[in-house]
């Protein structure tokens, strides 16, 4: 089974203003097996945050089907909602709250009950133990990234989405995140990713799609792939 399908998957944004229509997904085809990690990979416009929203329910599809874990986002949009992490790519959070606190509001608006959390193994599992209580505002751009990623976790789901989850983030941080997502696919977790940064894709991904203008233009196996390009 697939973690996630879409399925002639399109997206038309309405204009706003002189702009006429903007066809960000022309309709994409795309399995993702379970227990993949999978990189979406193209450049900038290409629609890899659109598709991305769409599996949040961020934004709405215009036509064809997006399923998670069995579940349609629009038939089933809770469900579907609770099958996956997302870690977007802001970093928006309030300043005054702790990163336990974040974990903690953020199980109970999943109803993980308190007894199931895993609040301090996953504060370790992001290196962040030593900042749990500590101001948000006071965190790095890379602790608020990884805060992000274990907040995407606290109700364990079984598929993690994250976008362009280095951007803007130096070498040294790049690795413990790649090390930390190799780490969860190991345990279990299908994990898709987006991605500009060929490297990325490389070195972390077992299979690699490639769009660009709402399309997909290539999709497989990482081995396969980078023999031809
Ligand atoms: P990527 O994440 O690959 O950079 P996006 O999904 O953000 O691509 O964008 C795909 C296309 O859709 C781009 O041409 C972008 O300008 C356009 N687009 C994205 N969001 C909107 C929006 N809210 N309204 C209109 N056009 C949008
Ligand atoms: P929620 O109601 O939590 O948003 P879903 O998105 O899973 O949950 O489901 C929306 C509605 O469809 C609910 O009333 C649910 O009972 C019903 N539903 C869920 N799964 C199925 C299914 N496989 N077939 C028919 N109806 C379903």
Known sequence: ANAVELRGLT???QPTGKAGPKHALKGIDLAIPRGSLFGLLGPNGAGKS???????GLVNKTGGT???????????PRRARASIGVVPQELNMDPFFTPREMLELQAGLYGVPKKERRTEEL?????LSDKAD?????????MKRRLMVAKAMVHTPPVLILDEP??????ELRRQLWDYVRTLNKSGTTVLLTTHYLQEAEELCDTIAIINHGQVVACEPKTTLLRRV
Do not use: P
């Not at 659109?50 to 949040?56: D, E, K, R, S, V």
């Open 11 to 13: 997206k038309i944004y």
């Open 50 to 56: 659109t598709m991305i929203n769409i599996l949040a």
């Open 66 to 76: 997006a399923s998670i874990w069995g579940h349609e986002v629009s038939e089933r």
């Open 123 to 127: 504060l370790d599992a992001v290196g």
């Open 134 to 142: 500590a101001h948000a505002r006071s965190l790095s751009g890379g």
């Open 166 to 171: 280095t951007a803007g983030v130096d070498v």
